[in-house]
Structures are given as C-alpha cells and as structure tokens.
C-alpha cells in the first residue's frame, strides 16, 4: 500500500449505530488531519493530529470522536449521528504541520450517508 | 486568520482554450498557497505549491500558478484544455508557523466541452 487508505470506501448506518473510520498513512508523516466534505460547502478541517497528540479541534460535535494510536493510524469513531452529518470524510497526512509549508496528501475518502 | 476566495464555481472551457481558475488569499503574514484537485469519488490531489521560492510556480500535468503579493491572487492557469482536466479545483492556503491551519476555498468545477 501507498499513500493514504481510508476504509470503508462507503458506510451507510442507522442514527443509532455505532461505527469507525479508519485511515493509513504509508508516507512517514507525523501529523494527520481529517476533513468533512459536504455538497455546496467548503472542505472543513475537523480534527489535526500532530506526533500522535491531538492539536486542533474545529468546534465539531461530540458524537465525532477521533483516536489517533500512532503517527501512522487514525481513527474517526461515530455514534449517534445526524442526517445532516452524510458527507464525504477525508483523512490527509503531512509533515510537521507547526512550521507551515508542507502539503497535506489525501485519502481516498469515506461516502458516509447517515439513515 | 486566513481565508481564501475562488471566483466563479464553475468554469466552462472548450477542448485546447485556455484555463484560468481564480483564487484569492487573505493572511496577516506571508503564506503558502496550494492548488488541489479532485476527480469524482476520489480524495484530492496536489497540483502545485508556493512557498515562497519563484513567484511563477509549475506543477503537474501542465499547470502553472503565479503569485502576485500586490493582488494578493495565486490563479490557476493550464495553456490548453484537455477533457480529462474536468474536475473540481481547490485553491488553500496556510500560514507560517501554523501549518495545521490549512483553509481551503470553496472549489471551483472546471468542464471542458468538446
């Protein structure tokens, strides 16, 4: 594998289902990131995860919860979701986020649809 | 903070015109500016950066962007249209020393008419 893996590709789950997102980096970066991508909105930064510690936490509900294990693994774990939160979800990864300059590289992404 | 504006969300270009997707910036210190794009059910793809290096920077498969300070823009730019270029462009940016604070703007979807 190379890159950035996302899996499930596509998930579809029930308002009281509990489920996890995960992400793989194979590029030897130590910050990851993940984004929500929904129709007609602008790409949101959820969460970053810089040496395994999280850093940034854009104001995202509770019922997102991330986990980040190593530098290599991230997770995105969801319970009691909402209709609304149906959308694209895009693990990136890059290299020391804290001096700037560095590209982020994305992942596939996971089509999440909330019922 | 940063922010970023893409004019127009859709450009329509005929096969071998010229593409020019707009993208404005907004940062209290100097930033980096990147190009994404995203082909349909995919993640997005490094086009290009600047990182304060030359103003006119090239990337893959034929584009260029060139910063402009005094317009505070980093557009877009490919010679020549080819069908496979349509997809949705993102333009981002990101400060120095908050390198986790990557803004993205809002896309802009490019088509390319036969």
């Known amino acids: 594998e190379t890159g950035v893996t996302q899996t499930p590709r596509h998930l579809v789950m029930g308002m009281t289902n509990k489920k996890s997102l995960k992400c793989e980096q194979h590029?030897?970066?130590?910050?990851m990131y993940w984004y929500k991508q929904s129709a007609k909105k602008p790409l949101e930064l959820m969460f970053v995860?810089?040496?395994?510690?999280?850093?940034e936490n854009n104001s995202v509900p509770s019922r997102f919860s991330p986990e980040c294990p190593n530098s290599s693994h991230l997770f995105l774990h969801l319970h009691t979701l909402q209709p609304e939160d149906s959308a694209l979800y895009l693990c990136a990864s890059s290299q020391d986020p804290a001096s700037g300059g560095h590209e982020q590289y994305f992942g596939p992404g996971t089509r999440l649809t909330v019922t | 903070a940063q922010s970023v504006t893409q004019l127009g969300s859709h450009v329509s270009v005929s096969e071998g015109a010229l593409v020019l997707l707009r993208c404005n910036y907004s940062?209290?210190?100097?930033?980096?500016l990147f190009w994404y794009v995203q082909y349909p059910n995919q993640g997005l793809q490094l086009l290009l950066k600047?990182?304060?290096?030359?103003?006119l920077v090239k990337g893959i498969n034929g584009f260029e962007a060139e910063f402009k300070k005094s317009e505070t823009s980093f557009h877009l730019t490919k010679p020549s249209a080819h069908m496979s270029d349509a997809a949705e462009y993102f333009c981002a940016v990101s400060e120095r020393n908050y390198g986790q604070n990557f803004v993205f703007g809002p896309g802009t979807r490019l088509s390319v008419l036969p």
């Open positions: 995860y810089s040496l395994e510690e999280r850093v």
């Open positions: 940062s209290s210190v100097p930033p980096y």
């Open positions: 590029l030897g970066h130590n910050a």
């Open positions: 600047y990182t304060s290096a030359a103003t």
